[in-house]
């Protein structure tokens, strides 16, 4: 009785080790990510039965679990020798194959496009089946493969230093209030280019086309790298809608072409065919906006004037007396003053003065102040101020 217990404890502690094995075997064919993980099962569930049907034959799962186990093992180092290949493969790949960056120029045909590379090489080039066509479009920045020239993948866009040095995102805290004497260029500005930015629907119900308009203070600070620049710079805009483009003293880049001209002229007018294109290529809803500053509006090319470029032309006159009283009062805001000051006085003497000019009359003011070992500005130091001022600017004209 006790020899057949003994029996039947060995074998139902073999079975459960055996179940815990199967089951751990399970496991690891599941993790490996084999891809036979169907085919396991079902040799396990086969063998299984097998087992169950021969355990009287046995007094051991030791057999069963070696077999099993070695079969695993096998189909384990197969698994690992053909990942190992393939990394193997990837890794030669990636080391045996530089990469150019190029820009897509644009399609060309179907299945083909026309690249540009960084040296100013243009290709035309196939692209890798894993790079998604929709998104290869113009502008794109691509890399290619050094040998073949294959598109292989889609790089960010870049914001070269030139654009960024531009970018002006701190607004400062300038107001409308700050300018005296401009009401009606300030709501011509506001209607042109605050308003489509702030309410572009309005325009849409109304049935007009938001305007482009001539007005003041981005730099075009760089010429010879003109055309790129140029590209560069309406690219970026786009991007980062809203955004407004400030180009000051436009005639530098936008005078009227001649038909004799040096090679600096012929590299200023192939950057002002490239504006041009810029400009023409704008939806006229987009949320960017082109403003545009001259005191030499007589030498623009009438091709930068034309309606569908610059529709609005906002000038801004020499303040009359009325406006040159508002400007002075607010420049004379911050100064330190005692007693009234006779502004109108210094109005009238002011004829033919711009908003600089009344400025530094404040300027002046206080350095009178300074010299009189005072800390406030009174009223005969105004005078002086402006009278300085006069004469300069009479000395100033009789020199030219």
């Known amino acids: 009785m006790s020899e057949v217990t003994d029996e039947t404890e060995r074998r139902r502690s073999a079975e459960t080790r055996y179940?815990?094995?199967?089951?751990?075997?399970?496991?690891?064919?599941?993790?490996?990510?084999?891809?036979?993980?169907?085919?396991?099962?079902?040799?396990?569930?086969?063998?299984h039965l097998q087992v169950y049907?021969?355990?009287?034959?046995?007094?051991?799962?030791?057999?069963?679990?070696?077999?099993?186990?070695?079969?695993?093992?096998?189909?384990?180092?197969?698994?690992?020798?053909?990942?190992?290949?393939?990394?193997?493969?990837?890794?030669?790949?990636?080391?045996?194959?530089?990469?150019?960056?190029?820009?897509?120029?644009?399609?060309?045909?179907?299945?083909?496009?026309?690249?540009?590379?960084?040296?100013?090489f243009r290709y035309i080039v196939d692209y890798d089946r894993k790079v998604d066509k929709k998104k290869i479009t113009e502008e794109t920045r691509v890399f290619l493969h050094k040998r073949t020239l294959t598109i292989m993948g889609i790089l960010p866009r870049q914001v070269e230093a030139e654009v960024q040095n531009?970018?002006?995102?701190?607004?400062?805290?300038?107001?409308?209030?700050?300018?005296?004497?401009?009401?009606?260029?300030?709501?011509?500005?506001?209607?042109?280019?605050?308003?489509?930015?702030?309410?572009?629907?309005?325009?849409?119900?109304?049935?007009?086309r938001t305007p482009k308009i001539v007005g003041s203070a981005f730099s075009v600070k760089y010429l010879g790298e003109g055309s790129r620049l140029i590209r560069n710079m309406f690219r970026y805009a786009r991007d980062h809608q809203p955004c407004i483009i400030f180009m000051d003293e436009i005639d530098a880049i936008g005078a009227r072409r001649l038909s004799m001209s040096s090679a600096a002229d012929r590299e200023i007018q192939r950057t002002l065919m490239?504006?041009?294109?810029?400009?023409d290529g704008f939806n006229q809803l987009e949320r960017v906006k082109v403003i545009m500053a001259t005191n030499r509006r007589d030498i623009l090319d009438p091709a930068l004037l034309r309606p569908g470029r610059l529709d609005w032309q906002i000038e801004i006159p020499l303040p009359n007396k009325k406006s040159r009283m508002q400007i002075l009062k607010i420049h004379a805001a911050g100064v330190a003053k005692q007693g009234k000051i006779d502004y109108k006085a210094v109005v009238n003497i002011s004829e033919g003065f711009n908003g600089a000019d009344?400025?530094?009359?404040?300027?002046?003011?206080?350095?009178?102040?300074?010299?009189?070992d005072r800390d406030y500005a009174i009223n005969i130091d105004f005078m002086k101020a402006e009278r300085k001022l006069v004469e300069a600017k009479k000395l100033e004209s009789s020199s030219h």
């Open 274 to 279: 490239e504006l041009l294109d810029q400009m």
């Open 19 to 47: 179940r815990k094995k199967l089951f751990l075997l399970g496991a690891m064919g599941s993790v490996r990510g084999l891809g036979r993980r169907p085919t396991l099962s079902l040799f396990f569930i086969f063998f």
């Open 166 to 208: 531009m970018i002006v995102e701190d607004l400062g805290k300038v107001s409308y209030a700050a300018l005296g004497g401009l009401s009606d260029q300030i709501r011509e500005h506001r209607e042109s280019i605050e308003l489509p930015m702030v309410n572009p629907e309005i325009f849409q119900k109304v049935g007009i």
């Open 358 to 372: 009344l400025r530094n009359v404040c300027t002046e003011a206080g350095m009178f102040a300074i010299r009189e």
């Open 53 to 120: 049907a021969v355990s009287n034959l046995f007094h051991s799962f030791d057999v069963v679990w070696t077999g099993i186990a070695l079969y695993s093992v096998r189909l384990l180092e197969e698994a690992l020798k053909s990942s190992l290949a393939k990394t193997e493969q990837d890794l030669r790949y990636l080391e045996g194959a530089a990469f150019w960056v190029g820009r897509v120029v644009k399609p060309n045909g179907s299945e083909r496009f026309i690249v540009e590379s960084e040296v100013g």
